[in-house]
């Protein structure tokens, strides 16, 4: 029910805001490497802010609980990544208006990939967050509508997938985001917001698991 849902998402959300916290380090040298070192502050401080308005989240559905994470990022994270997130977040979040469950959640991650793909321009390829959703919310739609799997081991093979998109960025050039600018020197780095995308991912099973 709608109270069940509403203590899943706030468990998410915490879940999520700290882990980024734990990863802020991590996250922030991989984006010195090919960016502005600030992936890992910028994540960290969107999700927190999100986290800390547990109080107004109380009484929310929780499609508009998802709804303002959305808006929160949009203008708590800054950067490239902070629409990407939040505005792909706020727009999907109408797929959740009837309930979570297996159908909307499929909805959701469609819809949520095809928003960044729309606002950002990046393929497949360019060495973004694109690269480790894509493969992930396939195979998410593949297990539950084609395989009849169950949504936590559609969401655990989604994670798999999440992190061979991740490894795909390290060799690849960088055509989008700032680290496009490097041209071939961003081969050989990982590509921070795909690395953030597979940790947001990762704790989603990971709440989904308990
Ligand atoms: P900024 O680059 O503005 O400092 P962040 O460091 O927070 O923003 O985020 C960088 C990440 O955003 C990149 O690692 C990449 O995954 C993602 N990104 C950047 N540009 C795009 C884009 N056009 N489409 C999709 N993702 C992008
Ligand atoms: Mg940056
Ligand atoms: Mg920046």
Redesign the pocket.
């Known amino acids: 029910d709608v109270d069940t849902q509403r203590e899943a998402v706030l468990a998410a959300l915490d879940n999520v805001a700290a882990r980024l916290a734990d990863e802020k380090k991590y996250l922030t040298n991989?984006?010195s490497e090919?960016?502005?070192?600030?992936?890992g502050t910028?994540?960290e401080r969107g999700f927190g802010k999100a986290a800390e308005k547990r109080d107004e989240f109380a009484e929310m559905d929780p499609h508009e609980i998802v709804k303002n994470i959305g808006t929160t990022l949009i203008s708590n994270?800054?950067?490239?990544?902070?629409p990407?997130y939040g505005g792909s977040i706020m727009f999907s979040s109408q797929e959740l208006q009837d309930g979570i469950t297996a159908e909307t959640s499929v909805a959701f991650a469609e819809a949520y990939l095809e928003k960044?793909?729309d606002?950002?321009?990046?393929q497949v390829g360019?060495?973004?967050?694109?690269?480790a959703l894509t493969p992930a919310v396939h195979t998410y739609k593949k297990s539950i509508e084609q395989d009849d799997l169950p949504p936590l081991t559609a969401l655990a093979k989604a994670v798999d997938a999440a992190e061979r998109g991740v490894e795909f960025?390290v060799p690849i050039k960088a055509l989008?985001?700032?680290?496009?600018f490097l041209d071939w020197r961003s081969v050989g780095h990982q590509?921070?917001?795909?690395?953030?995308?597979l940790f947001i991912m990762e704790e989603l099973l990971r709440t989904a698991e308990e």
Do not use: Q
């Open positions: 991989l984006d090919i960016g502005d070192a600030d992936h910028n994540m994270v800054g950067g490239a990544a902070g990407l960044v793909k606002r950002g321009g990046a360019s060495k973004t967050m694109v690269d960025t989008k985001g700032r680290a496009s590509d921070p917001g795909a690395t953030s995308t």
